[in-house]
């Protein structure tokens, strides 16, 4: 079983930046780097929708159009841990953020990960 923990949410004003962290931890038996991960959001309201993918390298990276040029998705397996770097934030952004892995390849369908986080909230104002 695999737990994820998100961090690093808050309220930013509109243009600023936050980094968004998923610790991951219950992975004997396999390492952090056998996990594709992603992150998602849901704003009030909404269904949950994807923001970003990381291969199980680090190396392929996928994201949604509304974020693409402004949000960074990155991995440090040595940590056990994935971010979000996450600039030039819109009113838009606000949701409820998390982490998921998948012990295959990453894909953008939520329904296909293993494993999710209790999420993170992050508010923008405008």
């Known amino acids: 079983q695999v737990q994820l923990v998100e961090s690093g949410g808050g309220l930013v004003q509109g243009g600023g930046s936050l980094r968004l962290s998923c610790a991951a931890s219950?992975?004997?038996?396999?390492?952090?780097?056998?996990?594709?991960m992603g992150w998602f959001r849901q704003a009030p309201g909404k269904e949950r929708e994807f923001v970003a993918s990381?291969?199980?390298?680090?190396?392929?990276?996928t994201y949604a159009a509304s974020v693409k040029g402004r949000f960074t998705i990155s991995r440090d397996n040595a940590k056990n841990t994935l971010y979000l770097q996450m600039n030039s934030l819109k009113p838009e952004d606000t949701a409820v953020y998390y982490c998921?892995?998948?012990?295959?390849?990453?894909?953008?369908?939520?329904?296909?990960?293993?494993?999710w986080g209790q999420g993170t909230q992050v508010t923008v104002s405008s």
């Open positions: 990381l291969s199980r390298s680090g190396v392929t990276t």
């Open positions: 219950g992975v004997s038996g396999r390492t952090f780097s056998s996990y594709a």
């Open positions: 998921a892995a998948r012990s295959w390849m990453a894909t953008v369908d939520a329904h296909r990960y293993d494993y």
